[in-house]
Structure formats: structure tokens, C-alpha cells
């Protein structure tokens, strides 16, 4: 299917676990992103990577890893959850272009609970 | 970047204009500002972005006023499906990999 996708959508672990989310598109685009979002607030962005095997921290990048190996796939890795992990995590990715701006599609999202 | 202010909570009736203000006082001469949107439990969606001209699209207008210290973004004729969380958005385009900093948005409800 063409589009961005996220997986797995619901995802239950416990703390001190590794948990791997993972986050693939079809435009090629080179740019992708993880967010998080917690109930009541905003999106907060985890990292963020401008192309294959390019990745930079964003706002709250701490246990947390990403890896970015092929363009299409952006996985991010929670190398020992915590309970403070969970929340709803979002995947975006975005076109590089001059013509104009080129805006964010953002995935369905990862409902992730850490016990 | 520019901080925002938007109301919390907003209403309209379905197929009135929904009017939805946005604060952005600090804003310098090169930053855009940006719409958003999330639908319940939804990833985000584009909506529309302007520098100082107004700006209109399919999905609403956006004005901006002449000392672009504020901003509206106007659904000419709301519908329940627009009901959704909408975020004000000011930064400087291109930079740093365009890295969006949402804040807490506008919950717009439109009612039937």
C-alpha cells in the first residue's frame, strides 16, 4: 500500500524490555521523523533524519534510538522501556523540494504501554 | 521559534465558518506559519501555511494580519468531520530538517 505506515499499532511491554517500533513509506522521501505525543499535550519530536544512515536528535531524544539504513524505513528503538515511554508515537516523513513547502504526512501511529 | 498562543476549546455549528485565531507576537520577518491538524487519535494533517499574504486552498483560508503578530484559519462551512485538534505552527522554512514544534492546539468542536 502506498503511504506511510506504522507497526505494530497497538503494542503492550514491560519495563527494562527493548521494544522496536517501526515506521516504513513508499514516496522515497527523504526526510523522516518520530514524535511522541502524550495524553494532553502536543507532539513532541523524539529524532528526526534527513536520509539514509543521517539521523539528529530532536526535542526529547533521551532512551531512545533510531536507525535509518534503508530511505523507506525508519525504526525507533526503546533499548529498556520505562514507564515514562508510554504514550502514542508518531512517524512523518516529508519530500526535500524547492517549489514549495513540502508538508509533513504523518502515519496512523503506535499506542505503546509500558507495565 | 516563534511561541504561539491559541485558544483551548472552540465550537461552531455545522456549516457556519469556523474561525480559529492563533497569537504569534514574537514572530520574525522570515518565519511562516503553519496549520495543522489531528483528528481523534489520527497522525496530523497539513492544512495550510502562509508567510504575510493571505493564503486559501481547499481546506480553509488563512489570514494573516499586516504586522503578522496574529493569524486565523477559516473553514468557510465546518462540517462534523472537522471536528479535530488544530495547531498553530510558526517556523523558519527549510530549517533544520523543517522540525514542527506543536503545542497544545485549538479543539475545535463543530456541533450538529
Known amino acids: 500500500d502506498a503511504g506511510i505506515t506504522q507497526s505494530p499499532r497497538y503494542k503492550i511491554t514491560e519495563t527494562g524490555r527493548q521494544v522496536t517500533l517501526m515506521c516504513h513509506q513508499t514516496?522515497?522521501?527523504?526526510?523522516m521523523f518520530w514524535y511522541r505525543q502524550d495524553l494532553g499535550h502536543g507532539l513532541r519530536l523524539i529524532y528526526y533524519s534527513a536520509a539514509a544512515d543521517i539521523t539528529d536528535k530532536g526535542e526529547v531524544p533521551d532512551g531512545y534510538v533510531v536507525s535509518r539504513s534503508k530511505t523507506e524505513n525508519f525504526p525507533l528503538t526503546l533499548e529498556s522501556a520505562t514507564r515514562s515511554q508510554t504514550s502514542v508515537y508518531f512517524c512523518a516523513s516529508r519530500a526535500t523540494g524547492t517549489s514549495g513547502y513540502n508538508e509533513q504526512f504523518f502515519g496512523p501511529g503506535t499506542r505503546l504501554t509500558v507495565l | 521559534d516563534a511561541k504561539t498562543t491559541q485558544p483551548p476549546s472552540m465550537d461552531c455549528a455545522e456549516g457556519r465558518a469556523a474561525n480559529l485565531p492563533c497569537n504569534h507576537s514574537?514572530?520574525?520577518?522570515?518565519?511562516?506559519v503553519y496549520w495543522y491538524r489531528q483528528i481523534h487519535s489520527q497522525g496530523p494533517q497539513y492544512i495550510i501555511h502562509?508567510?504575510?499574504n493571505n493564503e486559501t486552498n481547499e481546506m480553509a483560508s488563512l489570514i494573516i494580519t499586516e504586522d503578522r503578530k496574529s493569524s486565523t484559519l477559516i473553514l468557510p462551512h465546518a462540517t462534523l468531520r472537522d471536528t479535530a485538534v488544530y495547531y498553530c505552527?510558526?517556523?523558519?522554512?527549510?530549517?533544520?530538517?523543517?522540525?514542527?514544534?506543536f503545542g497544545t492546539g485549538t479543539r475545535l468542536a463543530v456541533r450538529p
Open positions: 514516496w522515497s522521501h527523504s526526510y
Open positions: 505552527i510558526v517556523r523558519v522554512w527549510g530549517s533544520s530538517g523543517d522540525k514542527l514544534t
Open positions: 514574537t514572530i520574525s520577518g522570515n518565519e511562516y
Open positions: 502562509g508567510l504575510k
